[in-house]
């Protein structure tokens, strides 16, 4: 059973930084689009970033612009999300997806695969 496991949260001050990974086992990445998704306490699950399975398109939230960057090493079956300028209001739990598609994968209802999370923490 293939399944995706988020690593690299964790508490930061603000303006700080983190690199989340995302690595699959039992599977090959290299035919997934991957999509990043976080959710804060109370509210509802939001995509952060996405990335398809092979043309390096890439997708993020308007609140990440400039900020973040995800990108993807198939080599190691690891897709990551480059969290920079770090910000209180980032503080969630980070999820990724994961679906067998050659599209760029926007909504959270396209997606298969999940893995369990990851917290990131912002603060002083």
């Known amino acids: 059973q293939g399944q995706l496991v988020e690593s690299g949260g964790g508490l930061v001050q603000p303006g700080g930084s983190l690199r989340l990974s995302c690595a699959a086992s039992g599977f090959s990445l290299d035919y997934y689009a991957i999509g990043w998704f976080r959710q804060a306490p109370g509210k509802g699950r939001e995509r952060v970033s996405c990335?398809?399975?092979?043309?390096?398109?890439?997708g993020y939230a308007d609140s990440v612009k400039g900020r973040f960057t995800i990108s993807r090493d198939n080599a190691k079956n690891t897709v990551y999300l480059q969290m920079n300028s770090l910000k209180p209001e980032n503080t969630a739990v980070y999820y990724c997806?994961?679906?067998?598609?050659?599209?760029?994968?926007?909504?959270?209802?396209?997606?298969?695969?999940w893995g369990q999370g990851t917290q990131v923490t912002v603060s002083s």
């Open positions: 997806a994961g679906r067998a598609s050659v599209r760029l994968l926007t909504q959270l209802s396209e997606y298969g695969y």
């Open positions: 990335i398809d399975s092979s043309e390096g398109r890439t």
